[in-house]
């Protein structure tokens, strides 16, 4: 695993809960990170982000915590400042149908609670390794899902002017 530089990023964590707040501050200071914002409330976390413009955002999902809410105010708000922030969902809710909610309002990662140092490392490591532009449409704001760069010729190939919805 290739081992990067992360001194330079400004993170925000959006975490409901002070001691998980405090363990994810402390794991990013270990991964040489400086620039670390933190909230303890989704509408708070918003005006954080347009105001420090993160590189990367991590934010909880829990009952009177909506994380959902959050990345569909990051994804499509009109003031949002960076529509394409990668964002790590970090929540207890594991299960498929949590996933696919999350999936739906256009998070990069998920992670289950409780994490390791070494799988939010992983999950860093899988946003800069996999950057994935954001795709823009009727009912979806956020990273292509693709994960694979299939070349397809058949008849039915989009051109690349059918791409314009489509920005990275």
């Known amino acids: 695993m290739i081992s990067y530089d992360l001194s330079k990023i400004r993170v925000l964590i959006a975490e409901k809960q002070a001691p998980m707040r405090t363990m994810l501050r402390q794991v990013l200071r270990e ?9 303890f409330n989704p509408k708070d976390a918003f005006e954080l982000f347009n105001q420090t413009r993160p590189d990367l955002v991590l934010t909880d999902w829990a009952p009177d915590f909506d994380g959902i809410g959050l990345i569909t105010k990051i994804r499509t ?32 990662e998920y992670l289950s609670k409780p994490i390791t140092a070494n799988l939010l490392y992983l ?46």
């Open 31 to 39: 991964f040489g990170i400086k620039d670390i914002q933190d909230t």
């Open 77 to 108: 708000d009109p003031d949002s400042v960076f529509m394409q922030a990668p964002v790590i969902m970090v929540t207890a809710y594991n299960e498929s149908n949590h996933i696919y909610q999350a999936l739906d309002v256009g998070m990069t």
């Open 123 to 168: 999950r860093i490591v899988s946003v800069i390794d996999n950057k994935r532009g954001i795709v823009r449409a009727d009912q979806f704001t956020g990273p292509d899902r693709r994960r694979r760069n299939n070349l397809y010729g058949g008849n039915e190939r989009r051109d690349d002017d059918d791409l314009s919805h489509a920005t990275g």
